[in-house]
């Protein structure tokens, strides 16, 4: 076994794991597991063109988990001497009662993937190399237009280092990369203001934001972009209409309005509006939607979960119709299902449960130009901020912050931000149109779920809905554009 | 049921994480920083979640960590740990000098000024230790009542999200170079009860009631939570969308305290000194109608907002933030008090890693005189709105636009239940028409507001 970090910065020994599991396990638990995590990060902001802000920081810990039946004991400790360790293992033990029953079976490494190889991972970069990112992205948002006049730029990376051992042989080791770069700008004139954001990164090393598509320019240019056109944007209209969604984070579509009411740990509950529906017709059969861990480089992957199950790419929607959930160990064993290596957790303080990874569908043979033509009177929405999900009555809603009219099958005014809600179970049934320009997002995306926020990535092509109820405030027959 | 020991939650002595912030504050000054400010903070936490009457999670631990400031002239930065062997510390310090060298120089960076450093000395109720001394089986008996209480009240109701109890303590340390030495205890404990709600035709609905408190003594029943719980998930049964209209909305207190928070987006001084708020620039005029008036008051005692000093160590005060619809005052830090060339109100709000960003302290909207009863019967046609879906305010431009869920109000009765719309307007307009303020102003966590009306908003549905 060769946990070579953990066993050099702890003194943590292979007997001493299956000493914790032991004790984890004395009181009849099915099975344990032991999640350790080392985390560095850095952030750096830069405002009125100041590196205002910079910080760094060290977290550390471990948490125990205990299962026995359908319930789960947990604890956590930051200090991981011996004795504060099988402290947290015999808490986490009394969610059993009864005699001891599993013992820690043999440690077993099984191959891993290798999806984010970052051979100078960006927490060790020269942080001078960090500050000049935020330079030229202040330097290139203000030269975008005189009328920027806010500029606020922000660039934060983490490494994290884990180790997950299991009592059924499970040991995964993982190094995890993330880099996340972000410009925000807020246009002004006489009488109005406006704002933009842009971002991007993922498990990358610093040389990602060298490169002309994801540099500190593109982010700053689309951030500026994004407040000047918002300047002259007019109210969104009110009511249901057809909504073409462009390429990339809209996305978001996708993980409210499905990816949520997929997650095992929902639909064994039968909590879900998506509950039983396996099998069943949930989308028009242009659709088919996967939740990948298993892509390199992307913010959402993983090379497996942090139960240490291997990640995969599960096909959730087929065609249209149900296929999968995505499962955690808990889930998948009460299910009597595979599980998909979808079990998460932010840190070694939370539980793991059902999460997503990169969530996005597959791209049809429509062509984008056709499916714009083809709107008589809707909305076409390009960026979004974010969404959230109710996942018992299937309820959605995710904001756009960049959308225009469509009149007529021509893109018209800029339109300012509405917040558009659907029903999960039936908005993908109205997919008409599925265009061939599959993009996943740029690398910016946060789930939230029960109190813990993962870092996931969401993607889709032009899509068509035939009709969505977009939040608008202007009466939606009001007709044309009107200087 | 299983045999549970409540665990004794971990804690140092106090005397010694005093000491190691002072120690850190030393070594700190020791590298040649001109000023320097650490923080440790240390907590346990408790939680059970029971599910259909069973134990589903039962999770419990304690934690530590410590972070520094350090100033060089005009250049800052920071850093953070949670390993406070000799080693660590040194990392830390260390971390933050090199770090500081290569930010920029800020002339308005810096410690508050020395004279306004201070706490409060009198008895704030913020810490009861009661809320660990339920023995372990209690406290998943609380969450299990809470539970049963909603399962029992109505055969629609077969299937739950669970009961939950959650208690949690902790601890907070500030030092700094200036002298001064703080610190706090607080307790939490709270019941959340999460029932769902199945009608004939196979639709689900689900809703919640909860409460929290700083001690055990003072948190609602179980079984009141539960009922509540139950009613609200009943009410939503039969939801349907309702057509694109104008009419009056009505916000029940759960979100009118969100419409709330976006004035204190709107006047926190980052906000203000960016021009990142439509409200920067208009103190001493009107930003809303003459009922309203919002304060801010991190002085008021068991509150849940409330501390002896903010996250910069200056005593925390009561502010007035709109006085009768006139802004006559923004929510400061010493920071953006400088940029502004005011005065900080208090307002810090310090996590480990970071300059201070602003936080609100008990933060509400004060109440009318009528009751949400009173305010619904006069309305013939219009929405009462229960749930918030998503975010959709945007502080520089005022456009709103929500996700929402409730009742359509149609001859001053709540008539049916409505879902799958949006509430939108602006909210540079929306202050200005919040036509009734409620009575029921209660705290249920450090935002508050009553039930309000507002007037002017579009509900978009079909």
Redesign the interface.
Known sequence: MDNKFFFSHFGIQQRDLERYLAAALSAGGDYADLYFEYQTST?LS??E?????????????CGVRVLSG?????????NLSPE?MM??AK?AA????GPSKETVAAFQEKPARSLYPVALPSVDAE??SK?ALLERADVAARRYDSRI??V?VSYGDELRRILIVGSDGTLAEDSQPLARFNVGC?A?TET????GTSGGGGRVALEFFSDPISSPEHFASEAARQAIL?LDARE?P???MEVVLGPGWPGVLLHEAIGHGLEADFNR???S?FAGLLGKRVASDKCTIVDNGTMPWRRGSLNFDDEGHPTQETVLIENGILKNYISDKLSSRLMGMPDTGNGRRESY?H?PMPRMTNTYMLAGQDNPDDIIRSVKRGMYAVNF??????I??G?????ASEAYLIEDGQITAPL????L???GPDVLTRVSMVGNDLRLDEGVGTCGKDGQSVPVGVGIPTIKVDRL?????AK?DTGGYMQ | MPETQSATPTSELTSDLRELAADVVRRAMATGASAAEAVVQEGDEFSTVVRLGEVETLKEAGSRALGVRVFFGQRTASTYTSDLSLEGIEKLVSSARDLAQITSEDPFAGLPDAGLLGQHKNELNLFYPDVYSLPGTERIDYARRAEKAALDYDPRIKNSEGGSFDASTSHRILVNSLGFLGEYRRSFCSLVSVPIVQSDNGAMQRDYWYHMSRSLKALESPEHIGKVAAQRALRRLGARKVKTAQVPVVFDPLVSRSILDHIFEGVNGDSIYRGASFLAGKLGEKVAGDNVTVIDDGTIVGGFGTSPFDGEGIPTRRTVVIENGVLTSYLLNSYTARKLKMETTANASRGLAGTPGIGPGNYFLQPGTKSPQEIIAGISEGLYVTEFLGHGANLVTGDYSRGAGGMWISGGQLAYPVEEITVGGNLKDMFFHITEIGSDLEFRGSVAAPTIRIDGLTVAGE
């Open positions: 952030s830069m405002d063109s100041l590196v205002k802000s910079a910080s760094q920081g060290i977290s550390a810990g359908e319930r789960t004991g947990y604890a956590y400790t930051d504060r402290h947290a808490t009394l969610i059993a009662s942080i001078s500050v006049k806010e606020r807020i002004k109005n203001s406006a704002r918002q969104a009110a009511g249901e509950k039968k909590t509006a303080e539980i901020g974010g969404g959230q999900v109710d018992t009555n309820k959605f809603v995710f904001s300012r931000g509405a917040t809600i659907g029903n109820t977009v939040g608008g405030t939606r």
